[in-house]
Structures are given as C-alpha cells and as structure tokens.
C-alpha cells in the first residue's frame, strides 16, 4: 500500500504559480505512474497530469497544457507539479494519486485506473 499526501496548496494571484508535492510513504512510489486530479466545488474530479514511473513520460490535460510541469524524484519518494500562468478557473482541491497502468489519454485521465489517492490540497486562484 502507498500513502500519499499533498502539499504546497494556497492562495495565489491570477497570473501566479504554485508548486504541488506529493509526498509518498510505505511502498516505494518508484513502482508506480502517478497523476494529478482536481476537482472543483460541486465538480467531477477531473485529470491534470501524469507521469510514468521511470519518468521518462509525461502527459497534461488540454487545460493545463504549456502551463503545468509534472515531474518525480524517485529516490525522494516525491512527485511534483508545478502550474505557472494559474486562473481562477484553476481553483480547485488537488490530488495525487497512484496507478499501475500507462499508456493511452483516456486511459491514464481516468479515476478509475488509481488505486491509491492522497487528502488534497487547496489550490484558490483569485483575479
């Protein structure tokens, strides 16, 4: 089993930048892809970014792609996700969550495929 827990989550300008972490524990993270989910207020939880397990791929949702940088350091045990140019649209609970499976878009976007899901992080954009 992996846990997971977020942070880096607060309150930031239009225009600005947040860098999220997920920090893992029990299972070593390097065994697994891991992807980026948020969901807004009365919102599906919707895919952001994920990363294989070698890191050697990665890939964004339309929203955030060019903006966002999904990233990993395995022998840390972290994953990152850093998101410049943020909206208030971006206003959202972020969540890391892990995952056996890589391979097509609709495949690695889908909640479904994730076995192991932090707490969240806030993220709040204000214009």
């Known amino acids: 089993q992996v846990q997971l827990v977020e942070s880096g989550g607060g309150l930031v300008q239009a225009g600005g930048s947040l860098r999220l972490s997920c920090a893992a524990s029990?299972?070593?993270?390097?065994?697994?892809?891991v992807g980026w989910f948020r969901q807004a207020p009365g919102k599906e939880r919707l895919f952001v970014a994920a990363i294989h397990l070698s890191g050697g791929s990665t890939t964004y949702a339309a929203s955030v792609k060019g903006r966002a940088t999904i990233s990993r350091n395995n022998a840390e045990n972290m994953v990152y996700l850093q998101v410049n140019s943020l909206k208030p649209e971006d206003t959202a609970v972020y969540y890391c969550?892990?995952?056996?499976?890589?391979?097509?878009?609709?495949?690695?976007?889908?909640?479904?495929?994730?076995?192991?899901w932090g707490q969240g992080t806030q993220v709040t954009v204000s214009s």
């Open positions: 969550a892990s995952t056996t499976v890589w391979g097509r878009l609709s495949t690695i976007s889908d909640v479904k495929e994730y076995l192991y």
């Open positions: 029990g299972r070593t993270l390097s065994r697994y892809n």
